[in-house]
């Protein structure tokens, strides 16, 4: 294990699209969605067992969830436990671990990831990590993970890579978000888009450089602060530092701009779990295509997914193509290829109904 590989999980998130399993108080990486004896956040954090020594692993995470971070991750010290104060989206929360852990080692390699993602070959997914931190580690480089398509998804973003046959690291051409169905489409038949994984690869050097060139006024913030990390004064710094950052993507901010972009392909059974399609797509069937937890009798219903309370018998009947989920207080039925709407429910919910719905 080299002890200059350091991992940044960010954990902030509420995960609205996978409401109402997913609150406000509770979001959905702090649970065991896969029904497997661990918590998404528990599961990205043994990911990397094998890649960089617990010490060096940093999530960061809304303040609010502070105490859910060290009762899942009992062996991270509050030092590797960055608090945000208010959400930014991902360009200041990686600039915080980036300009926190530059301070203890200037030499360091970054893996970014997301918390709430699901990742079937563990073996396939440590040596494509390795051969990443390796080009990062040797060039000048910001690297992310491209996963290659199974299907024309219209939820996730693209990136056109440049076929290189000589070289696994390819040099990134475009990428594109969400595109529709037909591009979608298109982008699969080509043969040289891959899925963008959000995850990230590269020297703190060279991300600490590419914000002071793209995101010059996140740069300042941070490089002023710099000092207060790793002491007293880090959590008012950041307080104020967030008071001043603006809301944006790494991606937008710093990715589709940089000319040293590069993806590396992996086949690792890959999914973001963002929504509730994409838990029913990765689950395990019955015979009727039902993807089933909790205490249920089905009739004459095929293609569900169908997510409810152990302790509540639930009884469907003559539904296909459905999402029934309940949870604490909130029970949605929604046709599952309308899942789009269950943003526009929860926030339906807060503003008619009330906060504690959410």
């Given at each position: 294990?080299?002890?200059?590989?350091?991992?940044?999980?960010?954990?902030?998130?509420?995960?609205?699209?996978?409401?109402?399993?997913?609150r406000?108080?509770?979001?959905?990486?702090?649970?065991?969605?896969?029904?497997?004896?661990?918590?998404?956040?528990?599961?990205?954090?043994?990911?990397?067992?094998?890649?960089?020594?617990?010490?060096?692993?940093?999530?960061?995470?809304?303040?609010?969830?502070?105490?859910?971070?060290?009762?899942?991750?009992?062996?991270?010290?509050d030092?590797?436990?960055?608090?945000?104060?208010?959400?930014?989206?991902?360009?200041?929360?990686?600039?915080?671990?980036?300009?926190?852990?530059?301070?203890?080692?200037?030499?360091?390699?970054?893996?970014?990831?997301?918390?709430?993602?699901?990742?079937?070959?563990?073996?396939?997914?440590?040596?494509?990590?390795k051969?990443?931190?390796?080009?990062?580690?040797?060039?000048?480089?910001?690297?992310?993970?491209?996963?290659t398509?199974?299907?024309?998804?219209?939820?996730?973003?693209?990136?056109?890579y440049?076929?290189?046959?000589?070289?696994?690291?390819?040099?990134?051409?475009?990428?594109?978000?969400k595109?529709?169905?037909?591009?979608a489409?298109?982008?699969?038949?080509?043969?040289?888009?891959?899925?963008?994984?959000?995850?990230?690869?590269?020297?703190?050097?060279?991300?600490?450089?590419?914000?002071k060139?793209?995101?010059?006024?996140?740069?300042?913030?941070?490089?002023?602060?710099?000092?207060?990390?790793?002491?007293?004064?880090?959590?008012?710094f950041?307080?104020?530092?967030?008071?001043h950052?603006?809301?944006?993507?790494?991606?937008?901010?710093?990715?589709?701009?940089?000319?040293?972009?590069?993806?590396?392909?992996?086949?690792?059974?890959?999914?973001?779990?963002?929504?509730?399609n994409?838990?029913?797509?990765?689950?395990?069937?019955?015979?009727?295509?039902?993807?089933?937890g909790?205490?249920?009798?089905?009739?004459?219903?095929?293609?569900?997914?169908?997510?409810?309370?152990?302790?509540?018998?639930?009884?469907?009947?003559?539904?296909?193509?459905?999402?029934?989920?309940?949870?604490?207080?909130?029970?949605?039925?929604?046709?599952?290829?309308?899942?789009?709407?269950?943003?526009?429910?929860?926030s339906?919910?807060?503003?008619?109904?009330?906060?504690?719905?959410?």
């Open positions: 294990m080299n002890e200059n590989t350091y991992v940044v999980i960010m954990a902030g998130g509420i995960g609205s699209r996978f409401w109402p399993f997913s406000t108080d509770f979001p959905k990486q702090f649970h065991d969605v896969l029904g497997v004896g661990e918590s998404m956040l528990q599961m990205t954090m043994n990911r990397f067992k094998d890649i960089c020594p617990p010490e060096n692993v940093y999530v960061v995470t809304n303040r609010d969830y502070e105490n859910l971070v060290k009762e899942q991750l009992p062996q991270l010290s030092n590797q436990i960055l608090l945000e104060p208010i959400g930014r989206n991902t360009a200041p929360c990686i600039a915080y671990a980036s300009y926190k852990i530059a301070q203890i080692n200037p030499n360091a390699n970054l893996i970014v990831t997301p918390s709430d993602h699901v990742v079937l070959k563990q073996d396939a997914f440590t040596q494509v990590i051969k990443a931190v390796e080009a990062a580690d040797s060039d000048d480089v910001l690297i992310t993970l491209g996963i398509p199974s299907r024309p998804d219209t939820g996730y973003g693209y990136i056109q440049i076929d290189d046959e000589s070289n696994t690291i390819k040099k990134v051409k475009t990428f594109t978000e595109p529709n169905l037909e591009l489409q298109m982008f699969l038949n080509s043969g040289d888009f891959v899925w963008n994984s959000g995850i990230f690869i590269w020297n703190v050097q060279s991300i600490t450089r590419a914000f060139q793209y995101l010059p006024e996140i740069s300042e913030i941070f490089e002023e602060g710099a000092s207060s990390m790793h002491t007293p004064q880090e959590s008012n950041i307080v104020k530092a967030y008071s950052c603006r809301n944006i993507s790494i991606d937008y901010g710093i990715m589709e701009k940089v000319d040293n972009v590069y993806v590396v392909l992996a086949d690792i059974g890959w999914s973001d779990l963002g929504t509730w994409s838990l029913y797509t990765i689950n395990q069937k019955d015979e009727a295509g039902n993807v089933v909790g205490n249920v009798m089905l009739y004459d219903t095929k293609d569900c997914i169908i997510k409810t309370p152990k302790e509540r018998l639930v009884v469907v009947q003559g539904l296909e193509g459905y999402i029934v989920a309940e949870h604490d207080n909130v029970l949605m039925i929604c046709r599952l290829d309308e899942e789009q709407k269950v943003k526009e429910f929860m339906d919910a807060k503003s008619k109904k009330g906060a504690e719905y959410i």
